[in-house]
């Protein structure tokens, strides 16, 4: 008879999808049962599980094959730099993912690395963007969705565009969350990201309007939201917001020519730069400072 409190094995040979969140207590991974997981295809778990004695993660209950197992989901709401020594030993066993998401508060240590044979598959990453160059950093990234902490920058640079160019190829797929938007990022955006088939931005500040009169040949699906509300004060002219966002997407149909979904907020006010926007006056924008 096994004993209330003793580790068993558990065995679910059809099982493709499982997501187990112990309530960010310690104790909880202690007595958990294995698992055999042989088509798992889809694992989600905290980061209580990267905790554990060297000789035993406890991820080490999750008994998937590295061959299925494609997406890998870790919550770090709770992080100890102890952590990255299971971290990186789950990424070994699980070194075939295409996607791994990498989400909460956890702080990874100044000198840590990935080697560069590890997930060398990776195709997507979903993680802030403080952790996007350790672990895109010369893998093949298409899809990247990635977030800023309140009140950070983004400090955008010709040499090094390391949250839309994060790996060994161009960007498919790009979702920017928190970000802080200027009048000159889409442009930014354009240049670095010629292969970007769907773009979305939830800003949550912005200091200037956009303009879509950048060619972007693949685009497909563009939405773009502001987490604060309108850019703009309610004094504009509305008659003449609404005749220019006509326009703005008359000029989408001419630089994003394959586009079939366009998102804008409500509120947004994009800068058409035909003969009208002698009218748009800079004082408008909202300032946000």
């Given at each position: 008879?096994?004993?209330?409190?003793?580790?068993?094995?558990?065995?679910?040979?059809?099982?493709?999808?499982?997501?187990?969140?112990?309530?960010?207590?310690?104790?909880?991974?202690?007595?958990?049962?294995?698992?055999?997981?042989?088509?798992?295809?889809?694992?989600?778990?905290?980061?209580?599980?990267?905790?554990?004695?060297?000789?035993?993660?406890?991820?080490?209950?999750?008994?998937?094959?590295?061959?299925?197992?494609?997406?890998?989901?870790?919550?770090?709401?709770?992080?100890?730099?102890?952590?990255?020594?299971?971290?990186?030993?789950?990424?070994?066993?699980?070194?075939?993912?295409?996607?791994?998401?990498?989400?909460?508060?956890?702080?990874?240590?100044?000198?840590?690395?990935?080697?560069?044979?590890?997930?060398?598959?990776?195709?997507?990453?979903?993680?802030?963007?403080?952790?996007?160059?350790?672990?895109?950093?010369?893998?093949?990234?298409?899809?990247?969705?990635?977030?800023?902490?309140?009140?950070?920058?983004?400090?955008?640079?010709?040499?090094?565009?390391?949250?839309?160019?994060?790996?060994?190829?161009?960007?498919?797929?790009?979702?920017?969350?928190?970000?802080?938007?200027?009048?000159?990022?889409?442009?930014?955006?354009?240049?670095?990201?010629?292969?970007?088939?769907?773009?979305?931005?939830?800003?949550?500040?912005?200091?200037?309007?956009?303009?879509?009169?950048?060619?972007?040949?693949?685009?497909?699906?563009?939405?773009?939201?502001?987490?604060?509300?309108?850019?703009?004060?309610?004094?504009?002219?509305?008659?003449?917001?609404?005749?220019?966002e006509v326009k703005v997407v008359q000029e989408c149909r001419t630089f994003w020519p394959q586009l079939e979904y366009l998102r804008l907020d409500p509120h947004y006010f994009w800068r058409y730069r035909g003969a009208e926007a002698e009218q748009f006056r800079e004082e408008e924008v909202?300032?946000w400072n």
């Open positions: 008879m096994i004993h209330a409190t003793e580790p068993t094995t558990v065995s679910f040979p059809a099982l493709k999808y499982l997501l187990y969140e112990p309530h960010r207590d310690f104790q909880a991974t202690d007595f958990f049962p294995t698992l055999f997981l042989p088509v798992l295809e889809t694992l989600c778990i905290d980061s209580m599980f990267l905790s554990g004695p060297a000789a035993f993660y406890s991820h080490q209950v999750f008994q998937f094959n590295p061959t299925n197992l494609k997406e890998l989901f870790i919550e770090a709401f709770f992080w100890t730099q102890r952590m990255e020594e299971g971290l990186m030993e789950l990424l070994n066993r699980a070194n075939g993912i295409r996607l791994l998401s990498f989400n909460g508060e956890g702080e990874l240590g100044h000198g840590f690395n990935l080697p560069v044979d590890l997930i060398p598959e990776m195709e997507a990453f979903r993680g802030r963007a403080e952790n996007v160059p350790t672990f895109c950093k010369g893998r093949p990234v298409r899809n990247l969705l990635t977030w800023f902490p309140m009140g950070e920058m983004w400090r955008r640079t010709d040499d090094v565009p390391i949250v839309i160019r994060p790996g060994s190829v161009h960007l498919e797929h790009l979702y920017i969350d928190r970000t802080i938007w200027e009048d000159d990022t889409m442009e930014y955006i354009a240049r670095h990201c010629p292969e970007l088939e769907s773009l979305k931005v939830r800003a949550a500040r912005i200091d200037g309007p956009l303009s879509t009169r950048y060619h972007m040949p693949k685009l497909r699906k563009a939405t773009f939201l502001f987490a604060g509300g309108s850019w703009f004060p309610d004094r504009r002219n509305s008659a003449l917001k609404v005749e220019n909202v300032d």
